[in-house]
């Protein structure tokens, strides 16, 4: 499905019914910003998630309303997670889908955060 990154936030997204206790998640890590939790479908050996707890449909749309503490509190959780997993030393990738042609298929900013092992090329050819 497509998601149009300028479209108004949809409360009944998955990640906002995560966020309300309505569907269960494997929880890493949760602040007063954020939530981390591990990928129902792993693409690679770690693979967590990072959302806020604000209504943002996208990077775009975070960038442009979020608070400077939603920001930095967003920021350092997904650092947090990636230091509490032990993924900085061997190294790891962020990934945030915005829109059709970036791959995003739910309407709630997340940043994707692999790990575990060599990762391959940054794009499929």
């Not at 997904?78 to 962020?94: I, K, P, S, T």
């Amino acid at each position: 499905m497509a998601i149009d990154p300028t479209a108004p936030y949809d409360p009944e997204n998955i990640f906002a019914k995560i966020l309300r206790g309505e569907i269960p998640c494997n929880k890493v890590y949760e602040d007063d910003w954020s939530l981390a939790f591990h990928d129902i479908n792993p693409q690679a050996d770690v693979h967590i998630l990072v959302i806020p707890k604000g209504e943002y449909v996208s990077w775009d749309d975070f960038s442009a309303k979020a608070s400077t503490d939603e920001i930095a509190g967003f920021v350092r959780a997904v650092g947090h997670v990636a230091r509490e997993q032990g993924l900085v030393v061997r190294g790891y990738r962020l990934l945030g889908n915005v829109g059709r042609n970036g791959g995003q298929e739910v309407p709630h900013l997340h940043v994707h955060l692999f790990g575990g092992g060599p990762l391959g090329p940054m794009l499929a050819r």
